[in-house]
Nanobody, 125 residues
């Protein structure tokens, strides 16, 4: 079983940056797909970014492409989401997710098996 713990959220002003972390434990993630999702009040959970831990393509939603970067630290078993040029519309609870199969990065939250508790990101205008 994989446990995921997010951290790094907070309140920032429009145009500033934040880096979220997702610490994974319980199992090696070598064959996992990892994803970041977010959910704003009254909206569905949406895909933000994802990659396959063992390598391959990285995928971003159109709304964050060019501003957000997903990365990992193998030694720390940690996934990061660096968020630059934040906008008020980026305000949401951000979740880390893991999927123990697949070659292609998928974007539906229903395809991910393991989730963290979420971390709040609020961008003020």
């Amino acid at each position: 079983q994989v446990q995921l713990v997010e951290s790094g959220g907070g309140l920032v002003q429009d145009g500033r940056s934040l880096r979220l972390s997702c610490a994974a434990s319980g199992r090696t993630l070598a064959n996992y797909n990892m994803g970041w999702f977010r959910q704003a009040p009254g909206k569905e959970r949406e895909f933000v970014a994802g990659f396959r831990w063992s390598g391959g393509s990285t995928r971003y939603s159109d709304s964050v492409k060019g501003r957000f970067t997903i990365s990992r630290d193998n030694a720390k078993n940690t996934v990061y989401l660096k968020m630059n040029s934040l906008k008020p519309e980026d305000t949401a609870v951000y979740y880390c997710a893991a999927r123990p199969r697949g070659i292609v990065v998928v974007t539906s939250p229903h395809d991910y098996d393991h989730w963290g508790q979420g971390t709040q990101v609020t961008v003020s205008s």
